[in-house]
């Protein structure tokens, strides 16, 4: 009779302390990074290619005409602040973080920002229409 009752107890504490392990998975989340001076072809591919290499991310999209990136990212392996910092670390500005000195003076010329000497055009600034003279 002792060997099914510690048979039964210890089948019972196993699986309980394997019930015990698992960890309810932290939500994916997406954000939106301006990227003022990722504006072509080669500087998607180059930052692309850079986010990849980070755990955490799950999906990186790069509009560069608007100059803007999405990243769908796991909450509990990076947060929005590394993955800002990682962009900086590219030679690319996000958000209210500039480039990292270094980085942007490895990337080609053609895509460093005009004031450089480089290929990427200054933004375009849309006119202010002062509401006056809208509303009439």
Known sequence: MKRPLILTL???FFSLSLLAQNKPLKPLETAKI???NVLCE???KRLTT???RYDGIQN???NFRKGEVTVKYWTDRINIEEIKAAIANAGYDADDIPAEEGAY??????CKKAEDGGGH?????QPVVPEAASAE
């Open 10 to 12: 210890l089948v019972t």
């Open 34 to 36: 301006k990227t003022p």
């Open 42 to 44: 080669e500087c998607k």
């Open 50 to 52: 850079y986010l990849d």
């Open 60 to 62: 990186t999209v790069i």
């Open 105 to 110: 003076k490895r990337l080609p010329k053609t």
């Open 121 to 125: 055009p200054k933004p375009k600034v």
